[in-house]
């Protein structure tokens, strides 16, 4: 078939909002796009597992220990789901991780900020899973099958860690002053950076238009931030603490509330590879990947012998 | 009794909590994605089984302690945790021979202690043993595909067994204490699960092409608190935060 007919077949699936499924024909700026996004949603969660692996060995209860291993857990299965889909394009795993560790793949700004105290895994789970959760519930009607597929299971799991993540901003917000003073800490310090893993503003986001075009995204970034702010804020207040805001109010006539500007200019540095743990979160993944080559080898050489000798490799 | 089932509950938990520290300290670092889901998969059983010995444990002591006390305000020289447990991870190679010398005692170790005439140790024996299923058929495939697979997984294997053979004695360890338990049908006797272990592990060394070390002179003394240097390190580390606001809830 002549591409302009693909064209108009592909244009009205979206038209319709069916999805778009891996043997169709697609344009090749959409498959690109995806592939861009849906790998860099992949490298998030992984590189995400670091800063949160930070506090296992010390959590403070057994029970802290558990719930964050199995969180930690839970977000690299959704690396694995989320490598899956974007493989279903035509990039292979192994590809994706050589552009991640090669920096021509980025992850979410917030993972280069560091955990410094136990109460930032409260703050994470709380405000980082909580604003991924706002792009990824509008991701589960996403245009492309297997990433919205991918996004329903996933949704699942982030919820339960926004959860977790809030129930232990509680009790230290209902604990000793000392434990109130970290969690008001860690507020203090994720509430911007949270703000901004939205991604930029919309009239600095090129790509919005056109993915929401495609249905990619159903919401731009900044009405993304406003749900979010407008979820967060009354949260905030059961906590009894403040968000680091001197600009936010309630407006009335937008039933929303108003909040100040983010500093950009941090954001656009720790995007380019200037923030606080960007060399550090690179070459954590870098040092794992190159630590377990003679592994990788060692299994395909096995499972290589294996197959000769007509075993299945188990 | 309940003062040595008290002591016999702290070793197997201080074994299980000190080795899933372990395993949780490759989390996020694992050499493919999988094995970072996994080990992270098996960290959390060992936690998990810790807390249900603790907790036991605790009330057992009837002195009202939690399973958080016992775990996050002992020292050094009151874990009873085997020697094998506190060893560093390594190599990937070490992590899954530690891991695999632990999982074939303990697939046997549990299996005879589901048939316990204690009912609460003998359900968490049955939950741990599926558990336990899991952990070896998992380190027994590794095992495999590092011993058999290149010549550089094979001398790091080797390397390792090298190393840390000599603590797996501390695994059969057992004292006048636990005599009191063999007889009352709590606790299952070592000298059978030994010989069963030497068994399966003769077999599995032989299977990856492994060397068993010859003359080895055990390490032992964990029921007596003597362990390696390693296991002060680990408890700094894991007992800081908590010992750091004495008293609060998390
Ligand atoms: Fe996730
Ligand atoms: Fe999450």
């Known amino acids: 078939m002549e591409t302009i007919k693909l064209q108009e077949i592909f244009d009205a699936k979206i038209e319709k909002g069916d999805t778009i499924e891996p043997k169709d024909w697609m344009p090749e700026n959409y498959r690109k796009t995806l592939i861009r996004q849906i790998s860099q949603h992949a490298h998030s969660e992984i590189v995400g597992m670091l800063p949160e692996g930070n506090w296992i060995t010390r959590a403070p209860s057994l029970r802290r220990k558990m719930v964050l291993l199995a969180k930690v857990q839970d977000e690299g299965g959704h690396g694995l789901y989320l490598y899956s889909a974007a493989e279903t394009m035509g990039i292979s795993r192994d590809e994706m991780i050589d552009q991640l560790h090669s920096g021509k793949a980025k992850y979410s700004s917030i993972f280069n900020y560091p955990t410094l105290s136990w109460a930032d895994i409260g703050a994470i789970g709380w405000l980082v899973d909580g604003a991924a959760i706002m792009n990824q519930v509008m991701l589960q009607r996403t245009s492309y099958g297997p990433y919205a597929r991918a996004m329903v299971r996933i949704c699942k799991e982030e919820s339960f860690h926004q959860r977790q993540g809030y129930e232990i901003m509680t009790v230290l917000a209902k604990g000793t002053p000392e434990q109130k003073e970290l969690a008001q800490d860690a507020l203090n310090r994720f509430w911007w950076p949270s703000l901004m893993m939205l991604g930029p503003t919309d009239k600095e986001s090129p790509n919005t238009e056109q993915s929401v075009k495609w249905k990619i995204k159903r919401e731009t970034n900044d009405e993304v931030r406003q749900k979010f702010v407008d979820r967060t804020v009354p949260q905030a207040d059961i906590l009894g603490l403040k968000i680091p805001d001197k600009d936010l109010k309630w407006n009335e006539a937008k039933n929303g509330y108003d909040f100040g500007e983010a500093n950009w200019e941090e954001f656009f540095n720790v995007v380019k590879g200037n923030g606080p743990c960007n060399k550090e979160r690179l070459s954590a993944r870098v040092k794992a990947h190159e630590n377990g080559a003679w592994v990788r080898e060692a299994a395909a050489a096995y499972a290589a012998r294996e197959s000769k000798r007509g075993n299945n490799g188990n | ?250």
């Not at chain 2, 992270?40 to 057992?60: H, P």
């Not at chain 2, 589901?114 to 359900?123: H, I, N, P």
Request: charged letters at 25%.
């Open chain 2, 1 to 250: 009794m309940e003062k040595q089932l008290f002591n016999y509950l702290l070793r197997l938990a201080d074994s299980s909590l000190i080795l899933g520290h372990r395993l949780s300290e490759w989390c996020g670092h694992g050499p493919v994605l999988e094995e970072d889901i996994a080990l992270t998969n098996i960290a959390l059983d060992f936690v998990g089984r810790t807390n249900s010995l603790y907790e036991y444990a605790g009330k057992v002591e009837g002195k009202g302690r939690t399973e958080d006390d016992l775990a996050y305000l002992r020292t050094e020289r009151e874990f009873f945790n085997n020697l094998l447990s506190e060893q560093p991870n390594g190599d990937y190679a070490q992590t899954i021979l530690r891991q695999y010398l632990t999982d074939a005692f303990e697939i046997h170790f549990y299996e005879a202690l589901t048939k316990s005439k204690d009912e609460t140790l003998a359900g968490i024996a049955a939950k741990s043993l599926k558990e336990i299923q899991y952990h070896l058929r998992h380190s027994s495939s590794w095992m495999l595909r590092l011993g058999d697979g290149t010549k550089e997984s094979n001398t790091r294997l080797q390397n390792s067994l090298n190393e840390i053979y000599r603590f797996t004695g501390s695994l059969f360890e057992t004292d006048e204490n636990d005599s009191v338990l063999i007889a009352g049908g709590i606790v299952p006797e070592l000298t059978g699960i030994q010989q069963q272990w030497q068994k399966d592990v003769d077999t599995m060394l032989e299977k990856a092409m492994l060397n068993k070390p010859e003359n080895v002179w055990m390490q032992k003394g964990c029921l007596q608190g003597k362990h390696t240097e390693n296991l002060g390190y680990i408890l700094a580390e894991m007992q800081s935060l908590h010992r750091a606001y004495p008293g609060v809830n998390w």
